[in-house]
């Protein structure tokens, strides 16, 4: 059973930073490719940031280019997300997903996905 376990949200002030992971178990890891994705309450889920298995490959939304940066750790089997200056724009629930094509994660059609973790960005 596949599992992808974020943890790391919470509430911060902006320009405060946190950082997100992504735990995940039942699947090999290394051969999927991972991203992360965003929802705000009453809009549709949204593309943050993409990298390919090896980490070769990186796509980001322009709105965090230069604030937030996506790893991975594949010998940990862990995705990450470091969000630096962040606004209160960037209010949402957090998801991580795999995919086992690169294009998927783009088009935000990722053959798994986690429960979710709550970032919330006061002003």
């Known amino acids: 059973q596949v599992q992808l376990v974020e943890s790391g949200g919470g509430l911060v002030q902006a320009g405060g930073s946190l950082r997100l992971s992504c735990a995940a178990s039942?699947?090999?890891?290394?051969?999927?490719?991972m991203g992360w994705f965003r929802q705000a309450p009453g809009r549709e889920r949204e593309f943050v940031a993409a990298?390919?298995?090896?980490?070769?490959?990186?796509n980001s939304v322009d709105s965090v280019k230069g604030r937030f940066t996506i790893s991975r750790d594949n010998a940990k089997n862990t995705l990450y997300l470091q969000m630096n200056s962040l606004k209160p724009e960037d209010t949402a629930v957090y998801y991580c997903?795999?995919?086992?094509?690169?294009?998927?994660?783009?088009?935000?059609?990722?053959?798994?996905w986690g429960q979710g973790t709550q970032v919330t960005v006061s002003s």
């Open positions: 997903a795999a995919a086992r094509r690169y294009t998927a994660l783009l088009t935000i059609g990722a053959d798994y």
């Open positions: 039942g699947l090999t890891f290394s051969n999927h490719h």
């Open positions: 990298i390919s298995w090896s980490g070769g490959d990186i």
